[in-house]
């Protein structure tokens, strides 16, 4: 406890024996917290709705990303999403929630990219009043009214979805894929995206079902994909999943992203924090209570000479 002097009096610090106690076991108490209350691998939720996209199979023709438009009432520029203009890159914005580029030097392919719809979205997890929330059945939805525009989900989404509306100085909203959820999903609809694909490059389902459709036709063709599923893992597993004849990373895909969720990553940090904070709070205790001792004690007696 700092106590205020009266006026001309010396500053003293004292500090009880029963606070000091307490804050030192807190500090071992903290230091000992497990490292991660969350999921260390892999998460198992086998029922989400999701979505395999089966790379080989799309032409490019963007019809996906006009689904998406009329599904969602949007309004981004349409002049761009035909197959004409596929040698102009797209980029996503807070009104354009999917986007189809040629991608690959050597061989190009055609990939479609929204909300990956994480099974541990790093975007909630850090997003501090709940505008990015999971549902039950797997969509990772954006509430306009709670945002407060700080672009948190921004820097902690490893597939860097969430787009701001910088254009709008009074009311900026983030833009991202809703997967459709209360316009279609929750109503027993595909996506507006995957209805409106006329190759079957998107499949929509169960996740359990989408996976092994995955896996099932990557095994019955060794000869056309590359033995792996992007998203069945990565970062804790997607509700989107991919299967590609290239190489994901010579596709633009991010290469070796953690198995673990991001969430639980980030929770390695945080759960030291209290520890840290109650050791050095122990100390200057410590130290203060030396002080308050030493501002205490009886004066030396003098020598007498
Ligand atoms: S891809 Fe990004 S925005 Fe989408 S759920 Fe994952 S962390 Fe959130
Ligand atoms: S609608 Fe289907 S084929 Fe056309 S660009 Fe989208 S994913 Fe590819």
Same mark, same amino acid.
């Given at each position: 406890?700092?106590?205020?002097?009266?006026?001309?009096?010396?500053?003293?610090?004292?500090?009880?024996?029963?606070?000091?106690?307490?804050?030192?076991?807190?500090?071992?108490?903290?230091?000992?917290?497990?490292?991660?209350?969350?999921? /260390?691998?892999?998460?198992?939720?086998?029922?989400?709705?999701?979505?395999?996209?089966?790379?080989?199979?799309?032409?490019?023709?963007?019809?996906?990303?006009?689904?998406?438009?009329? #599904?969602?009432?949007?309004?981004?520029?349409?002049?761009?999403?035909?197959?004409?203009?596929?040698?102009?890159?797209?980029?996503?914005?807070?009104?354009? !929630?999917?986007?189809?580029?040629?991608?690959?030097?050597?061989?190009?392919?055609?990939?479609?990219?929204?909300?990956?719809?994480?099974? /541990?979205?790093?975007?909630?997890?850090?997003?501090?009043? #709940?505008?990015?929330?999971?549902?039950?059945?797997?969509?990772?939805?954006?509430?306009?009214?709670?945002?407060?525009?700080?672009?948190?989900?921004?820097?902690?989404?490893?597939?860097?979805?969430?787009?701001?509306?910088?254009?709008?100085?009074?009311?900026?909203?983030?833009?991202?894929?809703?997967?459709?959820?209360?316009?279609?999903?929750?109503?027993?609809?595909?996506?507006?995206?995957?209805? #409106?694909?006329?190759?079957?490059?998107?499949?929509?389902?169960?996740?359990?079902?989408?996976?092994? /459709?995955?896996? #099932?036709?990557?095994?019955?063709?060794?000869?056309?994909?590359?033995?792996?599923?992007?998203?069945?893992?990565?970062?804790?597993?997607?509700?989107?999943?991919?299967?590609?004849?290239?190489?994901?990373?010579?596709?633009?895909?991010?290469?070796?992203?953690?198995?673990?969720?991001?969430?639980?990553?980030? !929770?390695?940090?945080?759960? !030291?924090?209290?520890?840290?904070?109650?050791?050095?709070?122990?100390?200057?205790?410590?130290?203060?209570?030396?002080?308050?001792?030493?501002?205490?004690?009886?004066?030396?007696?003098?020598?007498?000479?």
């Amino acid at each position: 406890m700092v106590r205020v002097p009266a006026r001309g009096q010396e500053m003293t610090f004292e500090v009880s024996r029963r606070s000091l106690l307490k804050g030192m076991v807190g500090a071992v108490a903290a230091a000992g917290l497990p490292h991660s209350t969350r999921a /260390e691998g892999p998460v198992v939720k086998s029922d989400v709705f999701s979505v395999l996209v089966d790379i080989p199979r799309c032409i490019g023709c963007r019809a996906c990303m006009r689904g998406c438009q009329r #599904a969602n009432d949007l309004d981004a520029p349409q002049d761009l999403m035909d197959m004409e203009h596929l040698e102009s890159r797209l980029e996503p914005t807070h009104n354009l !929630w999917t986007v189809v580029n040629r991608e690959g030097v050597e061989t190009r392919r055609h990939v479609k990219r929204q909300c990956m719809h994480c099974l /541990e979205p790093a975007c909630v997890s850090v997003c501090p009043v #709940a505008a990015l929330h999971q549902t039950e059945a797997g969509p990772v939805l954006y509430r306009e009214s709670r945002c407060i525009g700080c672009r948190y989900c921004m820097v902690a989404c490893p597939f860097d979805v969430p787009r701001f509306e910088w254009n709008n100085g009074l009311t900026p909203v983030i833009g991202k894929c809703q997967f459709c959820a209360s316009q279609r999903l929750f109503k027993g609809l595909p996506p507006g995206c995957v209805e #409106a694909c006329p190759t079957g490059a998107l499949k929509f389902g169960r996740r359990d079902e989408m996976l092994f /459709e995955a896996k #099932a036709r990557v095994h019955a063709r060794p000869d056309v994909y590359v033995p792996h599923v992007f998203g069945e893992e990565e970062v804790g597993g997607t509700s989107w999943l991919y299967i590609s004849d290239v190489p994901f990373e010579k596709l633009g895909f991010k290469k070796n992203l953690p198995k673990r969720p991001l969430p639980s990553l980030t !929770w390695d940090v945080v759960s !030291w924090i209290p520890g840290i904070v109650a050791v050095l709070g122990s100390l200057f205790g410590l130290l203060a209570f030396n002080l308050s001792r030493k501002t205490h004690s009886p004066s030396a007696p003098k020598d007498e000479a």
